[in-house]
């Protein structure tokens, strides 16, 4: 199977909002199952397109964050519809800014309404990990990175490492 390079910090497709997938075709379907490979060689439990420099409104998610004996799920147009208002921190990474790792507030509890690769509308209720994991690739659909959701003072303490990473990727 074919794995897709990564995009990293700096890399001006992170920075902006995806568009709405609208062909649910054989292209979609071999991007999907791509992105599902390269998340696992890349060591990830979550890809969302923009990482691998497709601007559309695709995400992968590995199968152990959803359930033992999950497959991975693929969320095409995902659209987080429903946020607890119980939050947890939690310490994130994210494969396009390597070696970081910050914690986040985010929603415990959320519901998200998608596509499947057929263009079948979907809901899913999550929690958690899951939870978690679907908020931070839906960011990266829309330009927003996980180090834009930490304190300015962490981001501040960051700043020499962020421009590291942004220069030797560039």
């Known amino acids: 199977?074919?794995?897709?390079g990564l995009r990293y910090l700096g890399d001006t497709i992170l920075r902006k909002k995806a568009a709405p997938v609208e062909s649910f075709d054989q292209e979609l379907r071999d991007l999907a199952h791509a992105m599902i490979e390269t998340m696992?060689?890349?060591?990830?439990?979550?890809?969302?397109?923009?990482q691998i420099g497709e601007s559309i409104r695709l995400l992968v998610i590995e199968g152990s964050v959803?359930?033992?004996?999950?497959?991975?799920?693929?969320?095409?147009n995902p659209v987080i519809e429903k946020f607890s208002?119980?939050?947890?921190?939690y310490e994130e990474g994210c494969l396009s800014i390597p070696d970081i790792r910050c914690d986040v507030e985010r929603p415990l509890e959320l519901t998200v309404r998608y596509q499947n690769l057929n263009g079948d509308a979907m809901e899913e209720?999550?929690?958690?990990?899951?939870?978690r994991v679907l908020q931070h690739e839906v960011d990266h659909l829309d330009g927003i990175l996980f180090i834009d959701r930490i304190s300015t003072a962490r981001r501040a303490l960051l700043r020499k490492k962020l421009r590291d990473i942004e220069k030797k990727y560039a």
């Open 85 to 89: 208002r119980s939050k947890d921190v």
């Open 125 to 131: 209720e999550a929690d958690e990990l899951l939870a």
């Open 1 to 4: 199977m074919k794995t897709l």
């Open 40 to 50: 696992r060689i890349e060591e990830g439990i979550g890809l969302a397109a923009p």
């Open 66 to 76: 959803i359930g033992e004996h999950e497959e991975p799920r693929v969320y095409v």
